[in-house]
């Protein structure tokens, strides 16, 4: 094989354990990779229906292959090494799909390179036809993900200096608290996306409190409409 063909061989490839790899003999037909956000659609009085971008959802995606039975005696095979018998094949996918553990899918000379788990395994006999199995593999991303305790800071009691008298603290918003709020709204308490929601001296309700972010209260309608992450600045007692 030249150099040409080696750098441009496209394989579809499969990665698990402590970078174990193997290729599937025959590649799939046709395999399309989905790209899609949960974005939430909202009626704004006097203003008209508006599309709130929602965070990025797994991408997913299902594909038919073959396994042949007989590798050796096969034309068609696309793989630079093989396993001699397709059943190698089938245990070994069987068993990546038991073990409900990450791997990663990889197509060589495209930037397709993704940590998945095996949501599903199928495979059989079509048509007749007993030289091959006809599989089915449908992936699903994988995103490690672990929950963070987040602790408020502690404030230090101001002590009041003898022969002054103290005066009297605001009352502190917190969560129940009626508000009158007045700037833009975020979709998360560190600010990632600026909703299209604006209010304009509208009573609300805190029904959420993140200390030391950058948007601490999320806000919701007094009729239970949630509205989205406020700054302190925009907010103030009802």
């Not at 499969?14 to 395999?31: Q, S």
């Not at 397709?112 to 199928?122: D, H, L, P, Q, Y």
Request: hydrophobic share 35%; with cysteine; glycine share 6%.
């Amino acid at each position: 094989m030249s150099k040409m063909s080696k750098s441009t061989h496209m394989g579809f490839y499969i990665t698990y354990g402590k970078n174990k790899t193997f290729e599937l003999p025959v590649n799939p037909a046709e395999v399309s990779i989905k790209y899609e956000t949960d974005d939430k659609q909202t009626n704004i009085i006097s203003y008209g229906e508006i599309n709130q971008i929602g965070e990025y959802k797994l991408r997913k995606f299902d594909f038919d292959f073959v396994l042949p039975r007989h590798m050796k005696t096969t034309h068609y095979l696309t793989a630079n090494s093989f396993q001699p018998r397709a059943q190698s094949y089938l245990s070994l996918l069987i068993k990546l799909y038991k073990a409900k553990k990450p791997i990663r899918f990889v197509i060589s000379s495209t930037a397709v390179s993704i940590k998945m788990t095996i949501a599903g395994f199928t495979f059989g006999f079509k048509d007749g036809y007993a030289d091959e199995y006809a599989c089915t593999l449908s992936l699903r991303e994988y995103r490690s993900y672990a929950a963070k305790r987040v602790k408020p800071k502690k404030k230090k009691k101001k002590v009041a200096k003898k022969g002054k008298t103290r005066s009297k603290s605001a009352t502190k918003i917190t969560r129940g608290s009626i508000v009158v709020a007045t700037g833009s709204l975020y979709s998360t308490a560190d600010g990632d996306t600026k909703l299209g929601t604006i209010l304009e001296n509208q009573t609300v309700k805190v029904t959420l409190m993140i200390p030391n972010t950058k948007y601490p209260y999320y806000l919701q309608a007094l009729m239970g409409k949630p509205l989205g992450w406020a700054s302190k600045a925009s907010v103030r007692r009802a």
